[in-house]
């Protein structure tokens, strides 16, 4: 007997989507993954964060289907525990890190290899750590540059950023980078997105494209949005995504993805 979601699958971010600004996946949104996944569905999430971020909440996540992390720069099973693919960026592309250091010595840089965060140029915002477990190096030395890099994370007031965003890809490197928040810019390897990633997802397990759905709520979702058939940007979301994007979502504070789900079934 066929079930509400055969073969529908379901990919969301983390940040601002599926996690409300009480840093909590809500009961409500809880339930209706479970309910999705019980009915014949596939769920997984797509999020900048790095493995050991997104293992905090393993226990509140339900997931049927390997997770896009650092922006699609790495998919991993989290079931078997293993890594799908990974790529890092260019060797080449590293020197422009050094001269953003040089001219905004007010923004923060951390530099993600191996899952450990390596504080490059420290500000407010990376004592975000201190909460947290994961393994960080503050006291950088030259060996950084010598390890493979998976995502370099720019960190600042939304002025400053705003400013990089504009001018990032014009002066100081022309590869993939995109804004995941007001207050974060990332860089990741060349044609490195969510959306990539989600087509390697696809194509890895054979998944029916006419039935994939994501949701997210910044510019790195953006991509993403558009390779799934039904792209949702929540009503908190930026408003850049919300010009592009059809379908709105209600807010990370109001059980976005027990929304859709219930778009889904009653609409789709």
Same mark, same amino acid.
């Given at each position: 007997?066929?079930k509400?979601?055969?073969?529908y699958?379901?990919v969301?971010?983390?940040?601002?989507?599926?996690i409300?600004?009480?840093?909590?996946?809500s009961?409500d949104?809880?339930?209706?993954?479970?309910y999705?996944?019980?009915?014949?569905?596939?769920?997984t999430?797509a999020?900048?964060r790095?493995?050991?971020?997104?293992?905090? /909440?393993?226990?509140?996540?339900?997931?049927?289907?390997?997770i896009?992390i650092?922006?699609?720069?790495?998919?991993y099973?989290v079931i078997?525990?293993?890594i799908i693919?990974?790529?890092?960026?260019?060797?080449n592309?590293?020197? !422009?890190?050094?001269?953003?250091t040089?001219? /905004?010595?007010?923004?923060g840089i951390e530099?993600?290899?191996?899952?450990?965060v390596y504080? /490059?140029?420290s500000?407010?915002?990376?004592?975000?750590?201190?909460?947290h477990?994961y393994e960080?190096?503050?006291?950088?030395?030259?060996?950084?540059?010598?390890?493979n890099?998976i995502?370099?994370?720019?960190?600042?007031?939304e002025k400053?950023?705003?400013?990089i965003?504009e001018?990032?890809?014009?002066? /100081?490197?022309?590869?993939s980078?995109y804004?995941?928040?007001?207050n974060y810019?990332?860089?990741?390897a060349?044609?490195?997105?969510?959306?990539?990633?989600?087509?390697?997802l696809?194509?890895k397990?054979?998944?029916?494209k006419?039935?994939v759905? !994501?949701?997210?709520?910044?510019?790195?979702?953006?991509?993403?949005l558009?390779v799934?058939?039904?792209?949702?940007?929540?009503?908190?979301g930026e408003?850049?995504?919300?010009?592009?994007?059809?379908?709105?979502?209600?807010s990370?504070?109001d059980?976005?993805?027990?929304f859709?789900?219930n778009?889904?079934?009653?609409?789709?």
């Amino acid at each position: 007997m066929s079930k509400i979601f055969d073969g529908y699958v379901l990919v969301s971010d983390m940040d601002g989507t599926l996690i409300g600004s009480d840093k909590i996946i809500s009961s409500d949104n809880r339930e209706a993954i479970d309910y999705f996944i019980n009915e014949g569905g596939l769920f997984t999430i797509a999020t900048g964060r790095m493995l050991p971020s997104v293992l905090e /909440y393993r226990e509140s996540l339900n997931l049927n289907l390997p997770i896009l992390i650092h922006n699609g720069g790495k998919i991993y099973d989290v079931i078997k525990e293993e890594i799908i693919s990974e790529v890092y960026i260019e060797e080449n592309r590293k020197e !422009a890190i050094k001269r953003v250091t040089n001219d /905004y010595p007010n923004l923060g840089i951390e530099i993600f290899s191996d899952e450990v965060v390596y504080v /490059y140029q420290s500000c407010r915002f990376t004592e975000r750590y201190n909460r947290h477990n994961y393994e960080i190096v503050y006291d950088v030395d030259d060996s950084l540059w010598e390890k493979n890099w998976i995502k370099v994370l720019i960190i600042g007031e939304e002025k400053e950023l705003n400013i990089i965003e504009e001018i990032y890809c014009s002066k /100081y490197d022309s590869g993939s980078a995109y804004r995941s928040g007001k207050n974060y810019f990332d860089i990741v390897a060349n044609g490195v997105s969510k959306g990539q990633a989600l087509e390697c997802l696809i194509d890895k397990y054979k998944l029916d494209k006419n039935k994939v759905i !994501a949701v997210g709520d910044n510019m790195n979702d953006l991509e993403m949005l558009k390779v799934a058939r039904y792209g949702f940007v929540v009503e908190n979301g930026e408003e850049r995504v919300k010009e592009e994007v059809d379908l709105i979502a209600t807010s990370c504070d109001d059980n976005a993805i027990k929304f859709v789900i219930n778009y889904i079934k009653n609409k789709i």
